[in-house]
């Protein structure tokens, strides 16, 4: 005769994650809605747009998106936000409000997600500057043949100073070295060694290294204590003959010094992917230059870089509804 053993669960147990999180998703495409459903069914994705956020957040778990200090106010329950750019001074500082750097919510970014595209980007304007693809694209236009004169200018032995090395400045790093520049990063945090850079100063010793560099890239994060951290005075400490390429935040250098440098032809030209205002204006001065490439704040974006940004949303999303620690986690005192 056959025995049968009997197992007893109880109900509770056959319930995991009973409690369903509800998850804000501001101005989220279609797809990315659908993406983040599909990680758990414990979680209720509810997008939501500006009018309509305030009545939804709270009672709300978590928002994907830029929340303002009006909605860290209303979200009672709130315990993370992700931000999905890089930059989070418009939740941090720009927004008129310290609600949620103040506050107990966990704040996440995207942060080092784009640095092959951007890395790539300040490169390419160093490299078009450099060797004068703005004067023969100005020829191509006419159809004329003019190899002479030329001013290539050769970036082997010359000396970049890397302002911001984090996840986006060490790739610059690491690009520049691989063109026989010697690299000089200024940054707040004490880094590891890295064969890429000669040595790293802390931002108070910013106006003693300007003087070195041949290329000036900013690559950090605009916060409070970077707010125009390149000003008058380090234009002026910049050597005649400089690059200054901006690709991270157009609040960390000041736009009236940059048009003064290059009106009195001290700089040998200027790559600004980032910029304030933005949109630049139509009649700004910057756009009369010939030896100023501007790009549009598109330097992070790439084929690659929106599966990358996604994944991180995804991944942490995974994490809140596990309790899990989050990734890329912002130190909201920092800025960064």
Excluded: C
Excluded at 43 to 62: L, Y
Excluded at 97 to 123: F, W, Y
Excluded at 262 to 289: C, I, Q, S, T, Y
């Amino acid at each position: 005769m056959k025995s049968f053993l009997f197992f007893f669960i109880p109900i509770s147990a056959l319930v995991l994650n009973a409690e369903t999180k509800k998850i804000l998703v501001e101005n989220a495409d279609p797809a990315l809605v659908e993406e983040l459903i599909r990680v758990s069914a414990d979680a209720r994705i509810v997008p939501v747009t500006k009018q309509n956020a305030m009545s939804e957040i709270g009672d709300a778990d978590a928002f994907i998106g830029n929340i303002t200090p009006q909605e860290v106010r209303a979200g009672k329950k709130l315990k993370w936000v992700q931000v999905m750019a890089a930059g989070v001074e418009q939740v941090l500082f720009l927004s008129g409000g310290n609600d949620l750097r103040d506050s107990n919510i966990v704040l996440t970014n995207n942060k080092i997600v784009q640095g092959p595209e951007i890395a790539d980007h300040a490169m390419a304007m160093l490299l078009a500057l450099s060797r004068d693809l703005p004067a023969f694209w100005a020829n191509k236009q006419s159809e004329t043949w003019q190899p002479r004169p030329y001013r290539g200018v050769e970036l082997n032995g010359r000396t970049a100073v890397i302002i911001g090395l984090g996840g986006i400045g060490n790739q610059i790093a690491t690009r520049a070295w691989s063109f026989g520049l010697s690299v000089i990063g200024v940054d707040p945090e004490d880094k590891p060694f890295s064969p890429f850079v000669k040595k790293t100063v802390k931002p108070d010793q910013l106006d003693a290294v300007l003087p070195e560099a041949d290329v000036v890239f900013i690559s950090a994060p605009h916060t409070e204590k970077s707010h125009k951290m390149v000003g008058p005075r380090e234009f002026d400490l910049m050597k005649n003959g400089a690059y200054f390429i901006a690709v991270s935040r157009g609040g960390v250098y000041d736009m009236n010094s940059l048009v003064k440098a290059l009106d009195e032809k001290r700089l040998a030209g200027a790559g600004v992917d980032v910029m304030d205002p933005e949109p630049l204006p139509k009649g700004h001065p910057l756009w009369k230059f010939p030896n100023a490439i501007i790009t549009p704040h598109i330097a992070g974006r790439s084929d690659k870089d929106h599966a990358r940004m996604v994944g991180t949303a995804k991944e942490n999303l995974s994490r809140f509804l596990d309790g899990r620690p989050l990734v890329k986690v912002v130190d909201k005192q920092k800025g960064y």
